[in-house]
Nanobody, 125 residues
Framework: QVQLVESGGGLVQAGGSLRLSCAAS????????MGWFRQAPGKEREFVAL????????YYKDSVKGRFTISRDNAKNTLYLQMNSLKPDDTAVYYC??????????????????WGEGTLVTVSS
């Protein structure tokens, strides 16, 4: 119903920046909240950031606050994650996700309906 394709991952030195993008296609009119998640080697997937349907409300994992910024351009059906001051601990596969529900329902559960394939971010020390 909804397809999500991430791009922008790569190798960066600690302290550097990357900008991830996620292009949505298909029945995009059913999407409300969107977010970024990540999975580091040997660890479970974790929430990174969430954003409301309008883009006016955002919610972040504590360890990325002040360094990462989530945003969306609904006219382009694209979600972004600007990552600054990257650390080796940020190394992971980053996934874009979308929900049929609003942010107030997604924040407590972190349950999403659609997922991308992921893009690898590697931060070297």
């Amino acid at each position: 119903q909804v397809q999500l394709v991430e791009s922008g991952g790569g190798l960066v030195q600690a302290g550097g920046s990357l900008r991830l993008s996620c292009a949505a296609s298909g029945r995009t009119f059913i999407i409300y909240a969107m977010g970024w998640f990540r999975q580091a080697p040997g660890k479970e997937r974790e929430f990174v950031a969430l954003i409301s349907s309008s883009g006016g409300i955002t919610y972040y994992k504590d360890s990325v606050k002040g360094r990462f910024t989530i945003s969306r351009d609904n006219a382009k059906n694209t979600l972004y994650l600007q990552m600054n001051s990257l650390k080796p601990d940020d190394t992971a596969v980053y996934y874009c996700a979308a929900s049929r529900r609003g942010l107030n329902e997604v924040v407590p559960t972190r349950a999403m309906d659609f997922w991308g394939e992921g893009t690898l971010v590697t931060v070297s020390s």
